[in-house]
């Protein structure tokens, strides 16, 4: 090998060693935003979320702040998902207990199970919306009426 050929090589070899690094941890960025899209769209929020975190990171570590701006918006409109939806099943059955006492057990838990309270799939489970109980008071004064009668 001559003095030029030696010397194209090595610097193939410099820019190689110098790229890679960059190429894989933008390669990996991408690929978790894109898993995280698809955990978005499955409505896996909590690790579309954590996984828009991930990319984030990988995202601003290599300087890229565009695409980490990206995820931050991403991340941004899961967050109001969960402002906006809090409550477990658990929590709804407890907040429906407190504000219709004198609803049966069994009624109150068909208001879930038809739909009657406005609620969203999260984490293949339902997550219900922060105004559910006024909602339902709302939706059927009777039931409000109802309740102050017997207290």
Not at 11 to 33: H, K, N
Not at 59 to 71: N, R, S, V
Not at 110 to 118: N, P
Request: hydrophobic letters at 35%; aromatic letters at 12%.
């Amino acid at each position: 090998m001559d003095g030029k050929n030696a010397m194209v090589s090595l610097t193939l070899l410099v820019v190689l060693i110098v790229v890679s690094p960059y190429a894989f941890a933008q390669s990996e960025g991408d690929r978790c935003y894109q898993q995280a899209q698809e955990f978005e769209k499955r409505t896996y929020y909590h690790k579309a979320y954590e996984t828009y975190e991930k990319a984030r990171k990988r995202f601003l570590g290599m300087g890229d702040d565009e695409k980490a701006d990206a995820c931050r918006i991403e991340m941004q409109q899961i967050q109001k998902i969960f402002v906006d939806y809090p409550y477990t099943r658990k929590d709804a059955v407890k907040l429906l207990e407190q504000n219709f006492k004198h609803i049966s057990e069994d009624e109150r838990n068909s208001w879930l199970e038809k739909g009657k309270v406005d609620s969203i799939m999260s984490d293949g489970e339902p997550i219900y919306f922060a105004g559910f109980v006024a909602n339902l008071q709302y939706r059927n004064p009777h039931l409000v009426k109802k309740e102050k009668l017997i207290e």
